[in-house]
Structure formats: C-alpha cells, structure tokens
C-alpha cells in the first residue's frame, strides 16, 4: 500500500521559520512535491524534489532524504497569508499517479 | 489566460441521479486528472488521462467514470453507484516536465447530494 504522514496541525507567530515533515510508504517514488491550499480554494504547486537535498524557492524550502522516505517544508519569515494546508505528495510512475498526504494545517498567529 | 474551469462551483443533486463535473484547460497539457477531497482531508485521486482517447482509474474509480475525447476537457461522472457521493472535486492538468511534475488545479466543484 501507500501512504504519508504529516502532523496534522502546525502553529508558529509571524516573523517565524516553521518545518512541516513528510514521511512516506509507496511502492514506487519518483519524486516528492509539496502544495499550498487555502481554505476552500485549489491547491497551488510549492516545490519538488526528486534527488537528496535542499531545494530553495523564496521564502520556502524543500527536503528530501530517499533512504530516511522523509522530507520537509521549510517556511521562513512566516507571514498571515502562509496560513493554510500543506500537502506533501509522492510522485510515482514517471508521474501518472500522484498520492497526497493528509495535509498539516498551519496557522500564523500575529 | 490560460487556466482550468471547472463548473459549476456548486452543485445540489437528489440521491440516484447521475451528475457530471466540468474541467476544461487551455493550458495545452496532454494528462489530466481527478481527486476527490473530503473535509479535513488530502487528495484522493479518481482518474487520469495522459493522452486524449485513454484514461486509467486512481485509487477510488468505483462509482465514478470519464472521457477525454478531446485534450482539453476530461468530465466526470458521479453515477448513483458512487455510495458517498458528497465531496469537493478537483481537475487538475499537468505537462510532461520532469523537473517538476507540477499540477495546475481548477477552482473546484462542491457536490452536495441529498
């Protein structure tokens, strides 16, 4: 089977650095993606990660440990804004099907 | 602009009737698919496509089905076999890039049914 934990909710003041993680079990891994998602609204692509490593876009972070099948979100200077959930999300099978974690809920306290 | 729609953003139907969602992209991309998301929930994913006239079920296909005869629309049907029908769905699309394998979401459709 498959499956991703993630806490299921995170609470931090603005001005912050606050780190989501992201465990998986699947039977097949191509890459880890990490998504944002207001309340009732879609869900907006944040980073990917297919090899070890850090990557940095802006304010946000992305790692990944492929022996650990564990990698985290990194959100630094938080803002009110960055209140939302964040999916971790595997993608396997060159990219035909993608399993998305439970979401954490993150809320940004002034 | 280039996007996805999704219509309507609400949508009410009696139990036993057949519903089907609209997804539309201009975005040009060849795969698209379906989730499903029940509150408090991640993504569940109910089919894809990667290429027009093909389509493969995700985890939760019982209840569901789709067509994709044309690439830019991939409509989904929640038929009355479907046993919890009520839930928000989401159409998204996405490039063959393998840098990313980002997915472009629509706004989503809230079914209620009763």
């Known amino acids: 089977g498959q499956s991703l934990e993630q806490p299921s909710e995170v609470t931090a003041v603005e001005g912050a650095i606050v780190q989501i993680n992201c465990t998986y079990q699947t039977s097949g891994f191509y890459g880890l993606s990490w998504y944002q998602q207001h309340d009732g609204g879609a869900p907006t692509f944040l980073s990917y990660?297919?090899?070890?490593g850090l990557e940095e876009t802006g304010r946000f972070s992305s790692f990944l440990s492929r022996s650990d099948s564990y990698g985290y979100l990194l959100l630094q200077e938080l803002q009110m804004k960055d209140s939302a959930s964040y999916f971790c999300?595997?993608?396997?099978?060159?990219?035909?099907?993608?399993?998305f974690g439970p979401g954490t809920r993150l809320s940004v306290l002034p | 602009d280039g996007g996805i729609t999704q219509s309507p953003k609400y949508l009410f139907r009696k139990e036993g009737q057949n519903v089907t969602l609209s997804c539309e992209q201009n975005?040009?991309?060849?795969?698209m698919y379906w989730y499903r998301q029940d509150p408090g929930q991640g993504l569940r994913l109910i089919y894809y496509?990667?290429?027009?006239?093909?389509?493969q079920k995700g985890d939760i296909a019982e209840g569901y089905s789709v067509s994709r005869e044309k690439k830019e629309s991939f409509p989904l049907t929640v038929t009355s076999a479907q046993k919890n029908p009520t839930a928000f769905y989401l159409c998204?699309?996405?490039?063959?890039?393998?840098?990313?394998?980002?997915?472009?979401f629509g706004p989503g459709t809230r079914l209620t049914v009763t």
């Open positions: 975005l040009n991309h060849d795969a």
């Open positions: 990660n297919a090899l070890d």
């Open positions: 998204a699309s996405s490039i063959a890039d393998t840098q990313s394998y980002e997915q472009y």
């Open positions: 496509s990667q290429i027009v006239n093909d389509f």
């Open positions: 999300a595997v993608v396997d099978n060159y990219g035909q099907n993608f399993v």
